[in-house]
Structures are given as C-alpha cells and as structure tokens.
C-alpha cells in the first residue's frame, strides 16, 4: 500500500469553510430565536425547530467529506476521508495528466465547492465531465480512466506520478488528448 497525503487547505479553501460555517450557525440561531412560541398556529415550532436543525446538519454532512489523504493498494486508489474511504478502481488507468490550472473554468454538475473540500462531478473544456476529490486545486491530478476522469490533489504531484508510474508501468504521464475525452 502507498499512502499520500492530501494538499494543505490554500487560504481560499479556509476562508470558504469558515465563512460557510459561521453562516450556516448564524442562520441556525436566528432560525431558533425566531421561532414562534404560543401562537396558537399548529405546528409552527416544530417547523421552526426542523429549519434551525438544518443548517448544523449541513456542516456537519460536509465535514464527514473531508479528503485527507490517498492510498493506493490492490489496484485501487482510496479517498481517505472522515470517517471512511472512497474506492476508486484504477483498472485501466491509461493517462496521467498534471496541470495547476485544470479545474479552472469548471462547471459543477454536483458537489461541494469549498465546504472543507472541492468534491464531486464538474465538468470544463479541457476534461469534460470529472469527478473531484479536492483540497487545493493547484495540486491538481487527472487520473483518465476507463469510466472517466477523476481529478485529486496530493501534496507531492511526483512523488504521486511516480507511485502510480511504478504500480501502472504502461501509463502515459503528460496531457490530455485533443478533444478532451477521457477516450
């Protein structure tokens, strides 16, 4: 098994995170004082309890997501997250392609963009539709597999590279091709 560790949260990761939190707390805590109490108007509190149990809920969902490092064993690249991992078959890896700039212009189809990671399906020019495992976009590595792109950001792109080169000794280490498929 190699193991590599996640890139550090930049600035911008942090700051999206906190300020993300601290609204969503903020929402939850003007939601419990605006709870209506003897009213008369049936179900008004518990309505007024599920809207300001809500937002916690979310930061806490999100945190569950945390990317904190990549392992690869048995032919498949693991996202270590929180509490569990994510397994990623590396079956067919074919190209990998280093680039700070690829996530760049990106579309977010579904996921998270910057509640403690940058995780899920987006979608740019130059890789078409990707799945994201995330914590600094200027780390960024496009793994072209057989079902798809899947783009991380390990702390060290080479020593990375040179794992997967090692483990997966016919890949191609460079950029994508023309039309930007995954092939």
């Known amino acids: 098994m190699k193991s590599f560790a996640s890139a550090s949260w930049p600035t911008s990761l942090k700051i999206s995170s906190f300020l993300g939190s601290a609204l969503l707390v903020a929402v939850s805590v003007a939601a419990a004082k605006a709870i209506p109490r003897g009213t008369g108007v049936p179900f008004a509190g ?25 392992e690869v064993e048995s032919g498949s690249l693991h996202i270590r997250r ?19 700039d690829m996530m760049k212009h990106s579309l977010r189809i579904f996921g998270n963009g910057g509640l403690f990671s940058i995780t899920g399906v987006y979608q740019n020019a130059a890789l078409g539709r990707y799945r994201a495992f995330v914590t600094d976009p200027r780390y960024s590595i496009a793994l072209f597999l057989p079902k798809g792109v899947v783009v991380v950001s390990p702390a060290d792109a080479e020593e990375f590279v040179n794992g997967l080169s090692s483990l997966f000794p016919g890949v191609e280490v460079g950029s994508p091709n023309i039309s930007g498929n995954a092939d």
């Open 46 to 70: 518990a309505v007024g309890s599920i809207v300001a149990f809500v937002p916690p809920v979310i930061v806490l969902f999100a945190s569950l997501f945390i990317v904190r490092s990549y």
């Open 82 to 100: 929180l509490l569990w991992s994510t397994p990623i078959p590396l079956t067919g890896l074919h190209r990998i392609y280093v680039d700070p």
